[in-house]
T-cell receptor, first 111, second 114 residues
Framework: GEDVEQSLFLSVREGDSSVINCTYT??????LYWYKQEPGAGLQLLTY?????DMKQDQRLTVLLNKKDKHLSLRIADTQTGDSAIYFC???????????FGKGNQVVVIP | DTEVTQTPKHLVMGMTNKKSLKCEQH?????MYWYKQKAKKPPELMFV???????INESVPSRFSPECPNSSLLNLHLHALQPEDSALYLC?????????????FGQGTRLTVV
């Protein structure tokens, strides 16, 4: 599948903002997704953005998409302890609707 | 009801055992998926069922046998597994195949092969 790269670990204090980054290589991406996986649990779709958008905001979550640099980010405002999880970015592309996941980024929120 | 329910939550089985994982959804979704997830890795697609027919088999070994008895149920039959098959097995469903913007995942079955 396509390469989707993520950094591995982020530690953030409760109440601060956290930013998770992801880069992808497929320029024909249709949708880009952010999933959250809490320990011992399944994946929860947090949000997604269509590839013709630059930004999407959903309550505490802000997704930014830079198509030129093939860079996707997720900003979580006012990070809470319940935000501690692994976050995966993923993409689907024209002609290939299978989800291509990044390696995941573990976020640890310090009270 | 936006739940995908997987049973059992945990399963330990020997290499000679036969067991089954079950997945159920009542959202009227017509596509269901099996993923395998090793520790600290992203999920890997195994199978996709669309309208109760096998649509995708990602070259999964035959010791894993999927079954979709009806539109709400998806099973994964396991036989003669290896220790390296130990993983979290995730089921997902979506309204139709590849509509991931409306897909839901179950909590997974954590499988240990001894």
């Amino acid at each position: 599948g396509e390469d989707v790269e993520q950094s591995l670990f982020l530690s953030v204090r409760e109440g601060d903002s956290s930013v998770i980054n992801c880069t992808y290589t497929d320029s024909s991406s249709t949708y880009l997704y952010w999933y959250k996986q809490e320990p011992g649990a399944g994946l929860q779709l947090l949000t997604y953005i269509f590839s013709n958008m630059d930004m999407k905001q959903d309550q505490r979550l802000t997704v930014l998409l830079n198509k030129k640099d093939k860079h996707l980010s997720l900003r979580i405002a006012d990070t809470q302890t319940g935000d501690s999880a692994i976050y995966f970015c993923a993409e689907t592309a024209y002609g290939n609707n299978r989800l291509a996941f990044g390696k995941g980024n573990q976020v640890v929120v310090i009270p | 009801d936006t739940e995908v329910t997987q049973t059992p939550k945990h399963l330990v089985m020997g290499m000679t055992n036969k067991k089954s994982l079950k997945c159920e959804q009542h959202m009227g979704h017509r596509a269901m998926y099996w993923y395998k997830q090793k520790a600290k890795k992203p999920p890997e697609l195994m199978f996709v069922y669309s309208y109760e027919k096998l649509s995708i088999n990602e070259s999964v070994p035959s010791r894993f046998s999927p079954e979709c008895p009806n539109s709400s149920l998806l099973n994964l039959h396991l036989h003669a597994l290896q220790p390296e098959d130990s993983a979290l097995y995730l089921c997902a469903s979506s309204q139709v195949e590849d509509r991931h913007t409306e897909a839901f995942f179950g909590q997974g079955t954590r499988l240990t092969v001894v």
